[in-house]
């Protein structure tokens, strides 16, 4: 039986805007798609500006707040770290987790993307994981052995049932702010690979109900075309989502059928 799955959008903002320049940002999305509430859509600023968007997203029920990142233990000695129960506070409800540039600066391997995906789920935050291939990995060939590891580290452990609210992000690195994208028919075949993992080695149902985004270098003009593929479920945008309009456009594109097969 075929599923529906609700499109989701997230603008990640990475370290762009201020508490002041996120509430304006704000406003351009509302003038283009506060009231569209065909696809879920995510907010993710930075941590200084979780508080201020918040504040405005509190009666707009199909837009979301969510971070960029957060840290696997609930509280501590960690110096400039974030806990899931401060995001909790903001009323965050996704978090961004092991995205790309996490992962190369910051050195986050798989195995701490999943302590942290498993303290999000346990403090009621849903994860969107980040994977993906470096252009080396993508021409060698590599790449399906890397998102294998990827989904089955990242993801290892994790009691089936606590997987339902899991949203993936693929996100090939060589797209992420390049100005370079995959073709839609990569992307395709890559996203159902994605699935073919969860459904192989998580489960079937997890597998037909998670919504994977595309991430890299998505934008007005070539959204519509990756959003129609059928395992593509939304989109993580990043540069793009810094103009209100241009990621309005997006959402919009995510909310609108595709045409039907000639
Ligand atoms: C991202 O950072 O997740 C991303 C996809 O960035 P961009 O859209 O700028 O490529």
Known sequence: MAILRKKIVAGN??????????RKLV???????KKFDAVDIVLCPPFTALSAVSEMLADVPNVFLGAQNVHQAASGAYTGE??????????????????SERRQYFHES?????????????????????????LEERES???????FRQITVGLQGIPESDLADMVIAYEPVWAIGTGRTATPEQAQETHAYVRG????????????????????SVKPENAAEILHQPDID??????????GRAFSSIVLSAGVEAPAAA
């Open 110 to 134: 798989d195995e701490l993307v999943c302590q942290k995906v498993k303290a999000a789920l346990a403090g009621n935050l849903r994860p969107i994981v980040c994977v993906g291939e470096t």
């Open 82 to 99: 974030i806990s899931v129960e401060m995001l909790r506070e903001l009323h965050c409800r996704y978090v961004i987790i092991g995205h």
């Open 141 to 147: 060939g590599s790449w399906r052995d890397v998102l």
């Open 27 to 33: 406003n351009e999305v509302f003038l283009g798609v």
């Open 13 to 22: 903002w990475k370290m762009n805007r201020t508490a002041a320049d996120a």
């Open 234 to 243: 939304g989109a993580l945008v990043g540069g793009a989502s810094l103009d």
């Open 197 to 216: 993992v969860v459904a192989q080695h998580i489960s079937a149902e997890v597998a037909r109900k998670l919504r994977i985004q595309y991430g890299g």
